[in-house]
């Protein structure tokens, strides 16, 4: 079963559709893409580009070809490969629902198991059961609640549960139920680089001319949410506390911004280190008393996540070799490529590198 827009979808994406590593077919899978690669594709593409997710897509399967190999890797493994996406809930999740599937025996290969799976959500699963299995389910993302309520004229917000239900009822009605991965694929495709967020290419769109928002003037309008997403103002002061030999490091908590990645010493920590009662405490390390009354300036930095606007005061302080920093763990500069840190911190570290290299 096909609709008028499903079947002006399918000749628009044999045409227009984008050549993407994991829509290749695997000769296991009966010509189907291969499950493994379609979910890694599915997470890494949460809250990312394709454009940033394909080279994390392609490091990743050199490196675990299978999802036997991913549960294998150790989670610092997987969170260094993933350093730098952001989101590092989503790596956590990745290797935890790898561990799952290995121990299983064989990949989910029903919506309700995929659906059971860590960081699958209704979308991932739904893109995962259509494209790898072939399975009647329809994909709703940012790019189709775009693309439907634009050709059906729909302002009801997409960020409540009328409108969730709405469009995930429409998605499945327009669902070409001989083909839902080619659907599925077209429809994103086409909401990616067609019906785009921003200037959109509607004069040469194949769906204008029953495109309800076009004909209304709507088009800059839809889709409409009912909330504005709050940014929250972070200020953080890093300390770049190091030794000739190298340099000091901790793990964040379990949860929370940044969680259980590596950061430097905060201000605070510094000026414990500074104090002369940390130093009575620390008896193995008397050269504390020579440290500088303060760690010299390296500048401010800027980093801008989806909900937090950062604001970072960088420092360096420079010790002698056998320091102890409470709570902190000293590593060699070799040992920094083991770690898996926040871009934020990597960049404040790449910048002084050079310059003190230079």
């Known amino acids: 079963m096909s609709t008028p827009l499903s079947n002006t979808l399918a000749l628009w994406y044999a045409e227009h559709g984008r050549d993407l590593p994991w829509r290749q077919p695997s000769e296991i899978c009966d010509q189907r893409p291969d499950a493994y690669r379609v979910w890694l594709s599915e997470i890494i593409l949460q809250q990312t580009t394709v454009r940033q997710g394909t080279a994390y897509y392609l490091r990743f399967v050199q490196r675990w070809p299978s999802v036997s190999d ?35 025996g064989s990949f989910p290969s029903t919506y309700a198991e995929l659906r059971a799976l860590p960081g699958v959500g209704p979308y ?31 302002d009801t917000p997409i ?20 083909d839902p991965a080619r659907h599925n694929q077209a429809l994103m495709d086409f909401g990616a680089t067609q019906c785009t967020p921003h200037s959109p290419r509607c004069e040469s769109c194949p769906l204008s001319s029953g495109c309800q928002a076009l004909a209304a003037g709507h088009v800059d309008i839809l889709p409409v949410k009912a909330r ?37 010493p905060t201000f605070d920590a510094v000026s414990t280190l500074l104090s002369p009662r940390s130093v009575r405490s620390l008896p193995e390390s008397p050269s504390v008393w020579s440290l500088p009354e303060s760690p010299a300036d390296l500048g401010t930095y800027h980093h801008q996540l989806t909900h937090r606007a950062i604001t970072c005061h960088a420092s360096v302080l420079a010790v002698p070799e056998g320091t102890q920093v409470a709570d ?31």
């Open 228 to 264: 504005r997403t709050q940014v929250q103002q972070l200020t953080l002061h890093y300390v770049l506390v190091h030794t000739p030999s190298g340099l000091y490091l901790r793990q964040r908590p379990q949860r929370g911004i940044w969680a259980r990645l590596w950061e430097l």
């Open 159 to 178: 960020d409540t549960p009328e409108g969730r239900r709405l469009f995930a009822q429409l998605a499945q009605e327009e669902l070409d139920l001989h």
């Open 70 to 104: 991913l549960a294998a890797a150790s989670e610092d493994e997987v969170l260094r490969e993933w350093q730098g996406l952001g989101y590092y809930s989503r790596a956590r999740n990745l290797h935890r629902a790898a561990q799952l599937i290995a121990q299983s």
């Open 328 to 358: 902190y763990i000293h590593i060699s500069w070799e040992e920094l490529d083991d770690y898996a840190l926040p871009r934020l911190i990597l960049n404040i570290i790449a910048q002084w590198r050079n310059k003190h290299s230079a």
């Open 124 to 154: 991932t699963a739904a893109a995962i059961a259509s494209i790898a299995y072939g399975l009647p389910h329809a994909v709703v993302d940012g790019n189709v609640y775009r693309v439907l309520s634009r050709y059906y004229g729909i």
